[in-house]
């Protein structure tokens, strides 16, 4: 007997429902690709309605901050490359456009707050608090290098 499962083995109906989005969604960007700019005009617009709410967005990262406590030369996030006179992205329109987002889409499966590091972004207990209170987001993933301990509320 294996101790290591497929994800079909695990959950069968989800996996076989997973394997033709992906391809339907790899099909439709190559043929989306092959079209001229005004076809491709003509296609969003016949059929932006159609699939309104029907979107799943199975990974999005939210950057919020560049600051970081580290300064690794091969960031994974590209953080050395931001310019330093901006170290914060602004809360509200972080928080307009992923409703934009969510207003289109029927749900989110993994929302990622990253920085640099997060924990360091002035109003990270608020942006949380924000995207725990979307009901499309279905789970959230803070990605931190460790070295900031989190406040007891974040925590929480």
Known sequence: MSLSMSLEEKQPARGKQFDALVTRCYDD?????????????????????????ELVIPYMPVYLTTRCTLN??????????????????????????LQKILSVVKE??????????PFLYSR????????????????IVVVTNATVIPSAAVVE
């Open 29 to 53: 960007y190559c043929f989306y690709n092959r079209m001229e700019m005004g076809e491709r005009r003509r296609f969003v617009a016949e059929h932006s309605e159609m699939i309104k709410n």
């Open 72 to 97: 690794c030369a091969k960031c994974n996030n590209l953080m050395p490359y931001f310019k330093a006179d901006r170290p914060e992205f602004d809360p509200e329109k972080i928080k307009e456009s």
């Open 108 to 117: 989110m499966i993994f929302c990622e707050l990253v920085g640099g590091e």
């Open 124 to 139: 990270f207990e608020e942006m949380l608090d924000f995207v725990a209170s979307q009901p499309k987001i279905r789970q």
